[in-house]
């Protein structure tokens, strides 16, 4: 079975009061694939995520390498807003785009438009050749500062939350998650810029999952990673 382009997000913010959080939620139990596993917002790509609606930062393209890459975060921006309400945008106009969707016209009700150049590439995973349902999902990392609308979602996720970095580990996780979560965090809190790291191939062998690269960073950047 060929798995199937997705995308996921992970939204780091610091609230005025507090540590900072990370935006994550839990399968329902009447789900197919992971249920009962808290996740990030994500799912799969869609045919509404070819309207371009931005350029990735260059390097960020480069690092995807496909002939359309602004796909893989819009289908994370609009799975977010689907399943949890929020929508990830600065102030401004959308493009100029042909057609409709719910999501464009929740950013032109907000004045908002997505900045794809502010996301970084965290990493892609691939399910197991033995999972009933397989992806190749390709992880983000956004600012959570940019989310507004009301914490509410279609139902794909449950006990939905900004939740404390210190609270992750009492979560009911999956293996790539927790390389996810912890690969956002330590970027986040050590600044690295977009771009600035390669992103990791996550796969498995006799599921047990494995890493490996899939370009070597750019050079003269060793002084960013921490």
């Known amino acids: 079975m060929r798995p199937k382009d997705a995308a996921g997000l992970v939204l780091i913010r610091v609230p005025r009061r507090g540590a900072p959080e990370i935006l994550i939620g839990r399968r329902p139990a009447r789900m197919g694939f992971l249920p009962g596993i808290h996740v990030v917002p994500g799912g799969r790509v869609d045919a509404a995520d070819r309207i371009k609606l931005g350029q990735p930062h260059p390097d960020v393209a480069r690092q995807l390498g496909t002939p359309n890459p602004a796909i893989f975060i819009q289908a994370a921006l609009r799975e977010t807003f689907e399943e949890t309400g929020l929508l990830v945008g600065r102030p401004g106009a959308l493009p100029d785009r042909g057609t409709e969707t719910p999501l464009l016209a929740a950013y032109a009700a907000a004045g908002l438009a997505p900045d794809l150049a502010g996301f970084d590439y965290l990493c892609r995973a691939i399910t197991p050749v033995t999972s009933r349902r397989r992806f190749n999902t390709r992880f983000f990392l956004g600012d959570g500062a940019l989310a507004t609308g009301e914490l509410k979602g279609d139902g794909e996720l449950e ?68």
Request: without cysteine; proline residues 7%; aromatic residues 6%.
């Open 159 to 226: 006990d939905l939350a900004w939740r404390p970095l210190g609270a992750l580990s009492g979560l009911n996780l999956v293996d790539v998650t927790e390389y996810v979560l912890k690969t956002a965090i330590r970027r986040w809190q050590a600044g690295v810029p977009i771009g600035a790291e390669a992103p990791k191939l996550l796969n498995y062998r006799n599921d047990i999952m494995t890493l490996s690269r899939q370009q070597q960073p750019r050079q003269g950047l060793a002084r960013h990673l921490p």
